[in-house]
């Protein structure tokens, strides 16, 4: 399985900032081998700009984000605003693309797993039907426990294949503040699914070389199964 589905407790959890970290690791460590990414759906403006400037991708902007609206809203509701369909084939046929094409692929979801593609499908429904592997990005904050293991008994319940959780500092953090919010090993008791990670607030989200960092210290094994990881020893 050669790609990777970032997905939240909710929306701003930090999505972009791991999968952000992720490409940013990638391409300075494996500069010869091909990365896509690719966001969903969006509602409103953010992520599809900000890779756009951020990466250098030899991929459309259609397989960038196959499906976007412009109001900031549920894509149900944004949809029906322009009197527009969710054409999820178009989504579909723009992933399986790139997954051929590419050797791995990271693939940004919207909101939280419980969060409405369709009138009819979830997030978390979408990751089972299309057999992807994730990870859950949960914000350094109060309530966040709470958040995580909802999203985690959600992804139980659909059969979406976890494979762990990262923790977002979405602001600055002390060390004691990340233990008191986020415990990891009350989440990991509470869930059963590994914490891969944190990562702290950076001042400049689109600097690459300190996502680069931030990446390095996170479990990649886990979160980059089947990708050698050997040129990052020897640099």
């Known amino acids: 399985m050669n790609s990777l589905l970032i997905t939240g407790t909710d929306t701003d959890a930090g999505k972009t900032v791991l999968t952000s970290a ?47 609206f412009n109001a900031p809203l549920a894509p149900p509701i944004a949809a029906e605003r322009e009197g527009r369909q969710i054409d999820l ?25 419980g969060s409405p593609v369709t009138r009819e499908l979830t997030v978390a429904d979408i990751a089972r039907d299309w057999r992807m592997r ?3 990005v949960a914000p350094v904050k109060l309530g966040a426990i709470g958040q995580v293991v909802a999203n985690v008994a959600l992804a139980r319940q659909t ?15 002390s060390t004691q503040e990340i233990a008191n919010l ?5 989440i990991e008791s509470l869930t059963q699914i590994p914490v891969l990670g944190i990562l ?36």
């Open 22 to 68: 992720l490409a940013a690791y990638w391409q300075m460590y494996f500069p010869d081998r091909t990365l896509g990414i690719m966001k969903l759906l969006q509602t409103g403006t953010g992520d599809l700009e900000l890779y756009t400037r951020l990466f250098a991708l030899d991929q459309t902007p259609e397989e960038l984000n196959p499906l976007h």
């Open 159 to 173: 059969g979406f294949n976890l494979r762990g959780i990262v923790l977002n500092c979405v602001q600055d953090r």
């Open 182 to 186: 986020t415990p990891i090993d009350l």
């Open 200 to 235: 702290p607030h950076l001042n400049d989200p689109t600097d690459r070389v300190q996502l680069a960092q931030i990446a390095s210290e996170l479990d990649l094994e886990r979160l980059l199964t089947g990708v050698s990881l050997i040129s990052q020893t020897s640099k």
């Open 134 to 136: 994730g990870v859950l």
């Open 89 to 113: 084939e178009k989504v579909w046929t723009a992933l399986a693309g790139l997954k051929q094409r590419k050797d791995f692929v990271l693939v940004e979801a919207l909101g939280g797993l």
